[in-house]
């Protein structure tokens, strides 16, 4: 286990739904990011977080909207997603980049998300 | 925008050969990480070489840096079935903070 846990594992939702990924770390970093992955695309950046403070939005629609309450945990909320929002999401941490850490990023096992 | 390309996009050998990825970068770049991914899980961290290193070991893993010609690869040695799984390259920029870009993957496959 690389120390990054994220709930649910799997999530199936309607369009007009509102349901909320967590993230969670245990390895004491400061940085926290969200990831989309999508099938035979690049893992795509959606947004940074830093001390608490989101310092990088990747022009990600306002559908999703993340919350970092503490250095350790991080939420993504979801509202009125669209089917092409099906996805496999995840979650990382790292310390902020450093010259003698390097930003080597641990990540959770991901949230597979459906949306019908 | 810096962007990490793996080559070859899939590689199939059997178990005990060697496995060579290779990804390339558009712009100068702090680090260059590879990362691991077993299907429909998250990445794990492999192995990182920093912009002035030229070669780096990790158990069967070698990977080399060519900062002139902007590519790096990964070298698995002696290769089993459970090394399996998608390859990522990732690197950070001088000027990307925390940011790390990830390249679209090599898929290997190793055959008992």
């Known amino acids: 286990e690389t120390g990054v846990t994220q709930t649910p594992r799997h999530l199936v939702m309607g369009m007009t739904n509102k349901k909320s990924l967590k993230c969670e770390q245990h390895?004491?970093?400061?940085?926290m990011y969200w990831y989309k992955q999508s099938a035979k695309k690049p893992l795509e950046l959606m947004f940074v977080?830093?001390?608490?403070?989101?310092?990088e939005n990747n022009s990600v629609p306002s559908r999703f909207s993340p919350e970092c309450p503490n250095s350790s945990h991080l939420f993504l909320h979801l509202h009125t997603l669209q089917p092409e929002d099906s996805a496999l999401y995840l979650c990382?941490?790292?310390?902020?980049?450093?010259?003698?850490?390097?930003?080597?990023?641990?990540f959770g096992p991901g949230t597979r998300l459906t949306v019908l | 925008s810096q962007q990490g390309e793996e080559d070859p996009q899939a590689l199939s050998i059997q178990e005990g050969e060697n496995a060579t990825m290779n990804c390339s970068y558009k712009t100068s770049i702090n680090n260059l990480q590879w990362y691991r991914q077993n299907s429909g899980r998250g990445l794990v961290h492999l192995i990182l070489?920093?912009?002035?290193?030229r070669e780096k070991h990790s158990g069967r893993l070698r990977v080399t840096l060519d900062t002139s010609k902007k590519s790096s690869s990964l070298l698995i040695t002696a290769s089993r079935a459970a090394d399996t799984a998608s390859y990522f390259c990732a690197t950070d920029g001088e000027t990307s903070g925390s940011r790390l870009t990830f390249g679209e993957g090599t898929q290997l496959t190793v055959n008992p």
């Open positions: 070489i920093r912009s002035n290193e």
């Open positions: 977080y830093n001390f608490k403070e989101q310092t």
């Open positions: 390895l004491g970093h400061n940085a």
């Open positions: 990382a941490s790292s310390h902020r980049q450093s010259a003698t850490f390097g930003n080597e990023q641990f």
